[in-house]
């Protein structure tokens, strides 16, 4: 059975894209601690990160530096934290959270409740910055 970000990059689940190409695919966390939190994942479905041939662990991280620059010009933040769990779902995952200090990435801090038009509005603005970048 898909798991729910297979289903998302399938385009079965709504999301608020952010950035894709023909391996990855990144969407804000729809319980974000903070205002532009957003997953990396790759297309390929595999449950923990470390799995992931040497090749696309590197393109995924490289692919996530990307986004984490659109972040950095799209929300205010000193920088953008890398957090890796993998417990929540099992599909390899990259959380990309712009902190402003070290709490603002403690995993079971209260989350955001956003509408669907701050959502909107956030993803419009990464989505822009990385379609912008060099």
């Not at 957003?38 to 530096?65: C, N, R, S």
């Not at 403690?106 to 955001?112: E, F, G, H, R, Y």
């Amino acid at each position: 059975m898909a798991t729910i970000f297979s289903r998302i990059i399938a385009g079965e689940i709504p999301s608020y894209k952010i950035a894709e190409n023909n391996k990855f695919y990144a969407f804000l966390d729809i319980n974000p601690l903070v205002k532009g939190h957003t997953l990396v994942v790759p297309k390929q479905e595999v449950d923990y990160i470390f799995d992931l041939d040497d090749e696309t662990l590197a393109e995924m991280h490289v692919f996530a530096k990307s986004v984490a620059r659109a972040i950095e010009k799209a929300i205010p933040c000193k920088k953008v934290a890398v957090s890796v769990i993998g417990l929540e779902v099992p599909h390899a995952h990259i959380h990309l959270i712009p902190i402003n200090k070290e709490s603002d990435i403690i995993i079971s801090n209260p989350k955001l409740k956003l509408s669907s038009e701050e959502f909107a509005t956030i993803a419009k603005a990464i989505n822009e910055a990385w379609g912008s970048k060099a």
